[in-house]
């Protein structure tokens, strides 16, 4: 069977930057769990779109920011891989919000939504 990778690479892009606006508008409402959430499914997904195009294959079924980051090729910086790193907590806040304690407030939220707004760009830049 052969694997379009454009048409694998299109379908995370896409989903990611819808995801991203989802993210965004929920943190602007408040729900910062759920927020941070799906910017972090965005910064998956569009790394997921460079694991594509530099394997050549599907997107392997893990949801590590940081290892997604190392399979995709890029000249990511320390700061960067150690942010996605750190990020990857989202993923599991929204999954199992009720072990990590209170959600982060507006403020905090906005915070990292800034930094991750900074990686997500470049990210899709390099496509």
């Known amino acids: 069977m052969s ?11 896409e989903s990611a930057e819808e995801d991203w606006d989802v993210g965004c508008s ?11 959430f799906f910017l972090h499914l965005a910064l998956e997904k569009v790394l997921k779109a460079h694991v594509c195009r ?6 392997p079924k893990v949801h590590s920011l940081r290892r997604l980051s190392e399979l995709s090729g890029l000249s ?4 960067d891989a150690d942010f996605l790193a750190a990020f990857d907590r ?8 009720d072990t990590l304690g209170p959600a982060p407030t507006k403020e905090e939220a906005k ?15 390099q496509l």
């Open 90 to 97: 989202y993923d599991i806040a929204g999954r199992y919000p």
């Open 3 to 13: 694997i379009d990778i454009d048409k694998q690479v299109a379908y995370w892009r």
């Open 76 to 79: 990511i910086t320390e700061e």
């Open 26 to 36: 929920l943190v602007e409402q408040g729900k910062t769990r759920h927020g941070l």
């Open 54 to 59: 530099a394997t050549q294959d599907l997107a």
């Open 111 to 125: 915070s990292r939504q800034i930094k991750a707004q900074e990686v997500f760009t470049w990210l899709i830049r």
